[in-house]
């Protein structure tokens, strides 16, 4: 016997966990069929060529690497690796499927992997839920992403987020207008670090970063609302995309548009956008943009596109802090016990048709003394369990159980299997 | 721009194959968690000491294996790997857990990953679909294992399968009586290629791997139905899961008790079983079996176990060339059209009381000729398409068409609403 372990930065996700999990994977995947997206699944491993160069020299030390198989192997050689995130693999798929329907809409819910170094509550494999619409310009489909987010998060219960939206090239404009257009990107970096190290903390890295004082100064200016010219575009657009939001269902008072809000990824090209849960204390849950020159990188034909991202496990923690799950602890609703074996066809019989009925049930599968099933039952967090003794079977009946009221009664196995297949229902 | 691949072996899912891919793994899911099994998820990459070992020498060979971040990589070390099954990562799971109450019942429906020579229909990336029970004796919990195959495929369409049932220890008998105890494996992988080489080959490859014509003589005998003295046991068990798979609801025309049956895998010690289709040309589409011995390599302690495992992609495959699929091209139903500009929060009011009402709605996103817009909701395969022009606006209706039947009728948006939601509940 060898000692065990899981990979660094790996977890498993036991049944009570995986409940939760589920019942999020499940709404935020109706809400987006209801936008009309569609289901659409890359495979865990792409050619190392197609994701490297794509997320900034950061992004790409944490692309996990496949080794070749076969001789390659023995020389330590890579061609494949594990994908960084849901949106280079999707531009792949649209640039080998031109047979492919614009605007193409599709939705992926999906792990991915990224060799970050593992802290408390990050993991190395984690899930995204994206919606991406690939072929439509600048407006409605932009709109639809914020309004399909607002909609997930409103589905699972949460009632405090605020949807924060800016444009990059409000942003390009900006810092043209500090005569910073060469160092766009060092301003967005120490930018995008604003919710983290405050306005000072700012300040300082701009200083470090060698912008002047008075580009500082004017930069501050520039983003607690002064005009800036060159950016009625982006400004019309903002504009715009809040409004057909709004008439696609968004709560006004939930969206905030923000100069500072810069998002890392190289990739956008217009709006951005995050939605942060106010004292969630985990920051971003959702974020995305429009990203018009993705695809192009490998299609060489410009398509337009735009998407937005859940990161299901921030969700899922912020609803297990907060209670939002309703108290679950297995899917099992009925455990059907072994009186003893001259009575287990009468259980099997029992066991089968509340199942034929579309109830989740369980038998004794050790048959225990009666009490042992009963703690075993218990234990599992089952609502119902079912007795069927020489007595009952004599008298065509079976004793059901109700553990959450305590209460229990004999009568016919139709009516138990009624009974509970009711209470279901009922919720 | 460089010319795009996906990775050798790998495959991306578009909508209309995910379509399906999603209904039989929502069917599945469904039928285990009717049993009593609950979900796990595992991680994707094990240490790679997990799973060197468990697979025989061949299955070693195809394990993907990940490169080490950091100096590591430099130097083409591995640390991690791609899971090969979910049965090894399950018995690591249960070690590292000994809080689990046992029985300990779980699915988990997921990819694994085998670096096996591409082929027509193979590919390196496919889905498992496996429920196992861990800690509970041979008998109720291994008949659970085909009721529970059995009413899925059931619930599948399936009505043309066998399961085929064997035991380890009768095959182990079975050498000891041909006096090749020490040569069980050369005999189980001969025996093993019955279907594909035939008898004749069977035998020939028996005598290649150095076993004489006396014995050769004697195992065909054994096979075909003589006795074996000191398969009681075996035989026993096999009689006895027989019976209570049926007690459970297994049909049992479809069970077959068959000596020849071996399974490839190393870690089996009690009955094995696979599921193959009449006429599939596919051949096994469900395996599994006890392997008592494999939890105990992690844990230290020996924990009985057993499972089945369903091939998600076989089972996709035969049911699309069966037409077992409802004839569903889009999980979209309704398309609203935009007459014009002005039109358009009308358009967008309508699309949200349909998404409101639990209908999956869409909006043309990219307003052009309304031909054009019905050609796209066509080509895409919704069944209807609204329309609201400024006549039906200014009479508060809206253009419902049913693109299935050609019928169109103008209604408030209300009725359109409630037809459409009514639509989808009939079917």
Redesign the interface.
Known sequence: ??K?????G??????QS??H??RVIATIQQVF????F??????????I??LMGKYGEEGD?LV????K?GEG?Q??????A?RYDLTVPLA??V???PQ??L?F??YQIA?V?R?DKPQKGRF??FYQCDVD?IG??C???DA?CLAVAH?ALSALGFTDFTIRLNDRRLLRALAIEIDAADRETDMLVAVDKLDKIGRDGVTAELSRRGFADAQIARLWELLDGAPIPGAEAAEATLAQVTE?AV???VDPARLRIDRTLARGLDYYTGPVYEIVLEDGGVGTVTAGGRYDGLI?????REIPAVGISLGLERLVVVMEERGMFADQA???DV?VTVFSDDQ??AS??A??AF??A??????S??PKKLGKQFK?AD??GVRWTVVIGPDEAAAGQVQLKDLRSGEGESLSLAAAVARVAGAQTDG
């Open positions: 016997m060898s065990v372990h899981l990979a660094k790996m977890r498993d996700h036991l049944p995986m409940i999990r589920q069929a209801r936008y009309g569609e289901p659409l699944e890359t495979p865990a491993m792409e050619r060529e197609t030390k996990f690497k496949v080794l198989r192997e020389r330590g050689e890579v061609d494949q594990l792949r798929v640039a080998m499927n492919l329907v605007p809409k599709r792990p992997w060799a190395r494999e619409t439509a310009p407006g409605l489909a639809e909609d057909l008439a696609m269902g192009g990188m490998f299609s060489g297995t899917t099992t455990w287990l066809p099997l019989a066991v089968r199942r034929d579309g109830v989740n049930a369980e038998v599968l050790e075993a234990k599992r």
